[in-house]
């Protein structure tokens, strides 16, 4: 069905294959290398400490790793929005990710005290689903994170002057989350007890 199969050379009778036959292995090793690929990949990934939330991938022998013994602290500011109300929040992704960066470097948890504060158009996120679900028609894409962040021993703020700015109801804030005076008190308080500021 691919025409000739093979041919025999005159002067030493070598066999040939045809152009057929030759096609037909590319397209086979083309095919092949995708599904690779995609197993590599998947394996690649890990979530040692916020499963389904910030994937890492490990570099055993990569420069900046943080080391075991000693105590970190990272204070977080989150105030952009996601792309749309049923994606979850990248700042969110963020602290997740530097908790799984952390545990597969070996940092126990309980050497690692992070905070973050939530102001600004990211500020519907802190909603409960029943209010979330009044605004945007569904369930709040972050409520698993923002748990998961919780249990993991991340101390959660949102600004109540944005709250106010917003004309969100502190009672419709998830329970999961402190409220605090402002955003501007929360980043000079920790700043000033040694927290490292990442901005998203």
């Known amino acids: 069905m691919f025409g000739k199969t093979l041919k025999l050379n005159k ?22 290398q995708p599904a690779l690929s995609a197993v590599q990949e998947r394996d ?3 979530y040692p400490a916020i499963p389904a939330y910030g994937k890492v991938r490990s570099y055993p022998n990569a420069a900046a ?8 602290r990272v204070l977080f500011d989150i105030t952009k929005a996601a792309g749309t109300p049923d994606k979850v929040n990248p700042g969110l992704d963020h602290v997740a990710r530097l908790l ?17 504060v939530i102001h600004g158009p990211a500020t519907p996120i802190v909603l409960a689903d029943e209010r979330y679900r009044k605004l945007h028609g569904s369930d709040n894409p972050n409520t698993e994170l ?11 703020y949102i600004c109540g002057q944005a709250l106010a700015e917003k004309g ?6 998830n329970p999961a989350i402190t409220l605090a005076l402002s ?6 308080i920790y700043q000033l007890d040694g927290y490292a500021l990442i901005p998203d």
């Open 44 to 46: 690649a990934w890990q």
């Open 168 to 173: 969100f109801d502190p009672a419709g804030v």
């Open 65 to 72: 790793r943080p080391v075991p013994d000693r105590d970190y």
């Open 146 to 156: 923002i748990g998961l962040l919780k249990r993991a021993g991340v101390t959660l």
């Open 11 to 32: 002067p030493g009778g070598l066999m040939r294959l045809s152009y057929g036959v030759g096609i037909l292995t590319l397209a086979l090793s083309g095919c092949a």
């Open 100 to 116: 799984n960066l952390f545990a597969l470097s070996g940092v126990p948890a309980e050497s690692l005290k992070i905070a973050l």
């Open 183 to 188: 955003a501007l008190t929360v980043l000079p």
